[in-house]
């Protein structure tokens, strides 16, 4: 299974939780509905958020119970606008009844068990590549940026992540073979493929 990376806010239920996160080891979303997710579908999260007009969350609230894994990356840029976090999932999803509470310094329920990268020290956003800067001013919650792994694993560095497994690493290496094969009609057409 491929490893993604996602963009995670730390603002669950409008709150700024970066600290928590760090001390807790976790990412979270917000809405309080009052009960676990683990087995409820889209449309029954959808229903759940609804009653309490929070419809709009369904997407951040079921791309945390369902879409991601453990062994993902999650880059989480501070709300101070310069410190940005990198993590592995490492868990499934998880309700903490304790925060489903609608109240800010609370509220944040929903959530996954995190692995902090470098010591739980920020690096700086103005740091980072410009297509990963780029991709933080989403304005949303949680956000699917798995297009810039290449950057985000040589971010990280960390020996774990088969970044072999993607499809560009594996057609670059169906060519390096290409251009040790016997046949010198198959070495030329790798050569030209290469040199495009």
Request: charged share 30%; proline share 6%.
């Amino acid at each position: 299974m491929e490893t993604r990376v996602w963009l995670v806010r730390p603002l669950p239920h409008g709150s700024n939780h970066m600290k928590d996160f760090l001390s807790e080891n976790i990412i979270a979303v917000g809405y309080p509905v009052g009960e676990n997710l683990e087995k409820c579908n889209y449309n029954q999260i959808r229903s759940l958020l609804k009653g309490h007009g929070w419809e709009e969350g369904i997407g951040n609230v079921n791309t945390l119970v369902h879409a991601m894994n453990p062994g993902d990356i999650v880059i989480v840029p501070d709300d101070n606008k310069k410190d940005v976090y990198f993590g592995k999932i490492i868990s499934d999803y998880q309700y903490v009844e304790e925060f489903d509470e609608d109240k800010p310094e609370s509220g944040y329920p929903h959530q996954r068990k995190v692995e902090w990268y470098f010591n739980k020290k920020p690096l700086l956003r103005s740091d980072l590549p410009d297509e990963l800067r780029g991709s933080m001013r989403y304005p949303g919650t949680i956000a699917d940026i798995t297009k810039h792994h290449a950057h985000v694993f040589n971010t990280i560095k960390d020996p774990s992540l088969n970044s072999d497994s993607t499809l560009e690493q594996k057609a670059k290496r169906v060519l390096e073979e290409m251009l040790h094969h016997n046949d010198p009609e198959v070495k030329l057409r790798a050569a030209e493929i290469i040199l495009k």
